[in-house]
């Protein structure tokens, strides 16, 4: 059975009310230890075990910082955050300067924030300053060498689960993953995707309003909100004989050709859909308020930009649009 999933106020899964067999915060098992030890705040008096010890297992980074550092507040959550992502193929040890400092004399510490790389009990790499998330996240990989995270393989389970058309298992797994990493868009958009496919619309939108607009304007959850929304204009659309019927009376009658596309989306029919829009916005381009031109926007993000249909649909517009 299927692990039930609730949506917290804040956008993000609360733990899942059952074991569904997989849990990205037993990753660090594999790697070496429970998820519950991949961020430590270390000492004098546990180095060895936490760094010298566990990098003989997996990659240690250590982070020399102070409560007074101002660079250290931003490094010191960025790179914790990092970490966490990486569900146990690299652990983070934190050393207060203040309180370690015969350790940080050892190390040779002379300015913080100070971030050494160990492996095999020796240092391995390092830098000195504060870096941008896109530096961290290539240190990391070149400590780890690319390794295939556990939060990554959650996820191609999760969405082996949605496209084999089992929702509830796959928004389960979604679950358990943003219990973990609430930022993830991967999980996000996954887990609006599998309330949308499971006809639970109102769980999606209490999703999708608890998101920061970061999380939203991301393209993944970008184009999970517009297949939901799609749905919910095919759920209320009508027949598609019905419209087609109309516009055998009446070629012109852009609102039957818009309810057409509608409709033949929400049966499945993307190309044929798109083709109708076309054609509305090649007959009338401000109908409506560019409603043809703007559904249309709407059905290539939800399909993605790199589908055929997208790309042969968008080719189509433009020629319309720039001729």
């Known amino acids: ?12 899964p609360a733990e899942p009310s059952q074991e569904t067999g997989t849990d990205p915060g037993n990753a660090g098992a594999a790697a070496g230890g429970g ?6 705040n270390g000492s004098v008096a546990t180095f060895m075990a936490d760094v010298i010890e566990t990098s003989t297992q997996v990659p240690v980074i250590v982070d020399f910082w102070a409560p007074w550092c101002g660079p250290c507040k931003q490094l010191g959550p960025a790179i914790e955050k990092l970490v966490r992502q990486a569900g146990g193929v690299v652990r983070l040890v934190k050393i207060n300067v203040d309180e ?4 940080a004399q050892q190390m040779r510490v002379q300015s913080i924030p100070a971030v050494y790389a160990f492996k095999n009990g020796q240092p391995v790499d390092g830098f000195v300053g504060a870096l941008p998330e896109s530096q961290l996240r290539a240190f990391i990989e070149k400590l780890t060498g690319n390794a295939e995270q556990p939060l990554d393989k959650a996820l191609d389970q999760a969405d082996a689960a949605l496209a084999g058309g089992d929702a509830a298992a796959a928004a389960a797994l979604y679950s358990e993953i943003l219990a973990h990493d609430t930022t993830n868009p991967r999980a996000v958009a996954g887990l609006i995707r599998s309330c949308t496919a499971a006809g639970e619309a109102a769980k999606a939108e209490e999703l999708i309003d608890g998101l920061t607009p970061e999380l939203r304007s991301s393209s993944e959850v970008a184009a999970a909100i517009s297949a939901m929304e799609l749905a919910e204009e095919s759920t209320a659309s009508g027949d598609v004989a019905e419209f087609r019927q109309k ?13 057409l ?3 033949l989306y929400g049966a499945g029919d993307a190309e044929n859909a798109i083709a109708e829009l076309v054609e509305l916005v090649r007959r009338d381009r401000q109908w409506n308020d560019d409603a043809a031109r703007k559904q249309l926007v709407k059905i290539f993000e ?17 020629t319309i649009l720039f001729s």
Do not use: C, W
């Open 100 to 103: 370690n400092q015969e350790l």
């Open 35 to 40: 998820g519950a030890d991949l961020v430590k």
């Open 302 to 318: 939800a399909l993605g930009h790199a589908d055929p249909l997208t790309v042969a649909g968008r080719q189509r517009l433009s």
């Open 247 to 259: 516009l055998a009376g009446d070629e012109n009658d852009h609102q039957a050709r818009f309810d």
């Open 261 to 263: 596309a509608v409709a």
């Open 1 to 12: 059975m299927a692990a039930e999933y609730i949506i917290n106020p804040q956008g993000a």
